[in-house]
């Protein structure tokens, strides 16, 4: 009987070149899509300020963020929606909120008061350090003490941040809203997990969700704002906001896990923050304070550091 090992020694050599090729090319492949997935989750803070700055109500560019999302996973909402009705409300409400409408209207609440740098380290920074608060807290789940190191120079960060950013009472406001959005991001996490649900069913119930509720609101309340932006500016928010972060993101993040693992992939998201700041200093003139890269690098080594010992 030939062992796994005897069948590769083998492989003609040409064989086994040809999969070493292919293993590489997967590689190659799964790390460009990875940078594509950075570069939309940076440039989803960027639009976010982008609106801001001009004026352009949060409401109305949901509707660029959720209106084509929305109508492409119709299809999968009605074709699972026995399945999805079975999920219990405080998850499906969880996962509606804590990624859908309400968490994107707070997060560009927030970019009206802080700049892109901050924002786009609080936000996705202490994501796990309230993922693990929610699930100790509501889960019952036991403290990883490895992870505490990492949790500790998240909170380190964070805590630097907030004590030597000594500016105007808005940039304290924008923290809260940002901390606020990581919060409601964590929960939807934790809700995701717990539903039991597939990354597509779980945008769909976001994205038609999100869509149905700015419906109602819009038909009150036309988005003037969005028409009369220039033609430049709207395809910016429909290129970034519309197909980057409803639809491409989520093909590309997981092509990049099932070519580099989950663990490679989720620590590479740390570079966002990096990306956005980077980003913003030749669109918008945003130069972050030395307290901002302090706390940016506490946080990016704690996320980095968690998902490590995650894997």
């Known amino acids: 009987m030939t062992t796994p090992v005897d069948a590769r020694l083998t492989l003609p050599a040409g064989g086994l070149v040809d999969t070493l090729d292919a293993q590489r090319r997967g590689v190659m492949l799964g790390v460009a899509a990875l940078v594509v997935t950075v570069l939309i989750w940076a440039g989803f803070f960027l639009s976010l300020r982008a609106g801001a ?12 963020r959720f209106g084509p999302a929305g109508l492409v996973f119709l299809p999968v909402l009605l074709r699972q929606w026995r399945r999805i009705a079975a999920v219990p409300l405080r998850h499906l409400l ?24 901050d924002g786009a380290t609080l936000i996705p920074g202490t994501l796990p350090l309230f993922v693990a608060a929610i699930s100790v807290l509501l889960y019952g789940q036991a403290w990883a003490s490895v992870k505490l190191r ?3 120079l998240i909170a380190a960060g964070v805590v630097l941040m907030l004590l030597l950013n000594h500016g105007s009472g808005d940039i304290w406001q924008g923290y809260g809203l940002f901390l606020l959005g990581s919060l409601m991001w964590a929960n939807f ?18 994205s038609c ?8 609101w819009l ?43 989950a663990g490679r992939a989720a620590a590479a998201g740390a570079l966002t923050p990096v990306v956005a700041s980077v980003l913003a200093l030749p669109l918008f003139g ?6 901002s890269l302090l706390g940016m690098g506490l946080i990016v080594a704690g996320v980095v550091l968690t998902h490590r010992l995650s894997r």
């Open 189 to 206: 996490t934790v809700s995701l997990k717990q539903s039991g649900l597939s990354p597509w069913e779980g945008a769909a119930v976001i």
């Open 286 to 291: 945003e130069v972050p304070t030395l307290a």
């Open 209 to 216: 969700g999100s869509l149905a509720l700015l419906a109602v």
């Open 150 to 152: 990492a949790l500790g």
């Open 94 to 117: 969880g996962i509606l909120a804590g990624s859908g409408l309400p968490y994107f209207l707070v997060a560009g609440l927030g970019m009206r008061h802080a700049p892109v740098s």
């Open 219 to 261: 038909l009150l309340h036309p988005p003037v704002g969005l028409l009369a932006l220039p033609v430049a500016s709207l395809g910016f928010h429909v290129a970034v906001q519309g197909l980057g972060v409803g639809l491409l993101s989520t093909l590309c993040y997981a092509f990049a896990i099932a070519r580099l693992g």
């Open 53 to 64: 700055r001009a004026n352009l109500a949060p409401d109305e560019l949901a509707l660029v």
